[in-house]
């Protein structure tokens, strides 16, 4: 079955510099990656979304890759500031039916510090 | 437009018991999925509604279930509680079935403690 892992638990940064988490998938690519964040005590909120076959996608201090040779997509977050610091999750999305429709399968989740 | 509204927000359980919560939509969103996540497993998924229909299920026991009414609200419903139940049930909203290129909006999540 297909898996969804953010192999980073936690990753320290100094502000301004560039934040740089990693999702990796298993098996077949997953159509869309989508990306949230999530802060102490609140539900994900979606930041960005891309599709296997869109390299880039960017969204003013984000951008988010998608590898389908390497099977990863990284999630950028250029000139961080400490207000950045929260859980970032990938998720995966397809457009097919049977047992994906309606779902998002989620990675665990990297929670990012940025340190002022 | 009002968020994703989730209540209760906190609530504590005994073994045994049982439990509902509730999620009330985003206006005009017609689907709701409903979400598990715990420090080991993560976000987990448990099921989706779509126009008061079942349309996928996770692998969760027969205890939990849920259901959809006709204005799109949903409740969820744990029963025999367990302690692995522990968790932050969340609550996510779309106008359409989770897909592709369908953005969920998630509530603030009810956070169940068992006891």
């Known amino acids: 079955s297909q898996k969804i892992e953010q192999n980073s638990e936690a990753l320290n940064i100094q502000e301004g510099k560039t934040a740089t988490l990693t999702c990796n998938y298993t098996n077949y690519s997953p159509a869309y990656l989508q990306w949230y964040r999530q802060d102490p005590g609140r539900g994900p909120v979606f930041l960005l979304l891309?599709?296997?076959?869109?390299k880039e996608k960017r969204k003013e201090r984000l951008k988010v890759t998608f590898d389908t040779t390497l099977k990863q997509s990284l999630f950028h977050i250029t000139a961080s500031q400490p207000a950045d610091s929260a859980t970032y999750l990938c998720?995966?999305?397809?457009?097919?039916?049977?047992?994906?429709?309606?779902?998002?399968?989620f990675g665990q989740g990297t929670i990012l510090t940025v340190h002022p | 437009k009002a968020g994703v509204t989730q209540t209760p927000r906190y609530l504590i359980k005994t073994r045994g018991q049982q439990v509902t919560l509730s999620c009330s939509p985003i206006?005009?969103?017609?689907?709701v999925s409903w979400y598990q996540q715990t420090p080991g497993q993560g976000l987990q998924f448990l099921f989706e509604?779509?126009?008061?229909?079942?349309?996928n299920k996770g692998n969760f026991p027969g205890r939990f279930s849920g259901r959809q009414f006709s204005n799109s609200r949903s409740e969820m419903n744990v029963s025999t509680l367990e302690l692995g139940d522990s968790a932050l049930y969340l609550c996510a909203s779309s106008e359409q079935p989770l897909r592709g290129q369908t953005e969920a909006f998630f509530g603030q999540g009810t956070r169940l403690t068992v006891v």
């Open positions: 998720a995966r999305s397809r457009n097919a039916g049977g047992t994906s429709y309606g779902k998002l399968t």
């Open positions: 509604y779509f126009s008061e229909t079942q349309r």
């Open positions: 891309i599709r296997e076959n869109e």
């Open positions: 206006s005009g969103h017609r689907s």
